[in-house]
């Protein structure tokens, strides 16, 4: 067998599970497409890589500690997050009625 072919099958087990461990530490980040690729190239490193640098978690306006998306209130500090835009951004229009 070519010895190329023998060092790929060698290696795609530990890609395999770099990527699955890569995509559960970047879910914990939102984000698991970065975790996944990262964690299958580099491996531990890239698992790194994914909870350190890549955090895309919002970020909370009071205390700065890191939230889950979609929160409510911050966990640290307890105070009311901002609410995350709407999906489609579009030209602001006012939910409450003008009319008097
Ligand atoms: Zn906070």
Sequence with gaps: MDSAAIII???APFIVFGGVVG?????????VG??????AIL????????????????VCPHCRERVK?????CRYCQRPLEP???E??????PESESGA
């Design 84 to 86: 995350l835009p709407p």
């Design 69 to 73: 998306p979609g929160a409510v209130i």
């Design 9 to 11: 099958m060698n290696l």
């Design 88 to 93: 489609a951004p579009g030209p602001l229009a």
């Design 23 to 31: 995509g559960i530490l970047g879910s914990l980040r939102c984000n």
């Design 43 to 58: 491996g531990p490193i890239g698992w790194l890589m994914v909870l350190v640098l890549m955090d895309r978690r919002p």
């Design 34 to 39: 970065s975790g996944i690729v990262w964690g």
